[in-house]
């Protein structure tokens, strides 16, 4: 069956600091992996997503996420961020071709100045 | 395109109570979902539905119905209101990308409900 495991429940980071937000899953076949965010008193929006080709796939917005299959994990990173950056992150595995999303318990990303 | 909408996004309930949270899209998507959010257990699947007319459980169906009699709208019931199930409910929907299956959710605002 599948999982989705957030190692953080939070990160603190000062601004312009690099973060990284880390996302183990585990599944016995081939899967799609995402990375949603949510601010505040809001639903969630993709943020972006593998499924398939490149194992690096970036954001519009600077963040990036490499799927390693070997150490099943996806970890999404951004080298410098900004205030705006503030929200929840939630990572979310389907298997190939299936339609149900199982999502991790998210990880809430505070930056300071 | 309004995307998904949600109503209420602010509902109080009393025990017993029943209602029902409304979803609704126009982007003609043939998948919808309701999940819920609880502090610390991310988001989890209530009920789903591939198309209308289908629908089918999720990780916690107990306490709510569903059904899908049009394309855009997805309802979902609760059928006798408990302290557990005070939450934010969203509903989202997506569509199949081409062979290969792509599920990108899009989700709706929320709706905050306190059972008292």
């Known amino acids: 069956a599948q999982s989705v495991t957030q190692l953080d429940s939070q990160v603190p980071v000062f601004e312009e600091a690099p973060v990284e937000l880390r996302c183990n899953y585990s599944?016995?076949?081939?899967?799609?992996l995402f990375w949603y965010v949510q601010y505040p008193n809001q639903g969630l929006q993709l943020l972006l997503k593998?499924?398939?080709?490149?194992?690096l796939v970036k954001s519009i917005n600077g963040f990036e996420a490499e799927f390693n299959k070997s150490q099943t994990s996806f970890h999404l990173r951004k080298p410098s961020v900004h205030i705006s950056d503030t929200a929840e992150y939630f990572c979310?595995?389907?298997?190939?071709?299936?339609?149900?999303?199982?999502f991790g318990a998210g990880t809430r990303l505070f930056v300071k100045a | 395109n309004a995307g998904v909408t949600q109503t209420p996004k602010f509902q109080v309930l009393k025990t017993g109570q029943s209602m029902t949270l409304q979803c609704a899209q126009d982007?003609?998507?043939?998948?919808m979902s309701w999940y819920r959010q609880d502090p610390g257990m991310g988001l989890r699947l209530i009920h789903y539905?591939?198309?209308?007319?289908?629908?089918d459980q999720g990780e916690v169906p107990n306490g709510y119905n569903v059904s899908r009699s049009t394309t855009e709208d997805f309802p979902l019931r609760l059928l006798s209101a408990a302290p557990s199930q005070t939450s934010v409910y969203f509903c989202?929907?997506?569509?199949?990308?081409?062979?290969?299956?792509?599920?990108?959710?899009?989700f709706g605002p929320g709706t905050r409900l306190t059972v008292l």
């Open positions: 593998y499924l398939s080709g490149s194992t």
């Open positions: 539905s591939v198309g209308a007319g289908i629908t």
């Open positions: 979310a595995v389907s298997e190939g071709g299936g339609f149900k999303t199982i």
């Open positions: 982007m003609n998507h043939e998948y």
């Open positions: 599944s016995s076949v081939s899967v799609y």
């Open positions: 989202a929907s997506s569509y199949r990308l081409g062979l290969a299956g792509d599920h990108t959710q899009y």
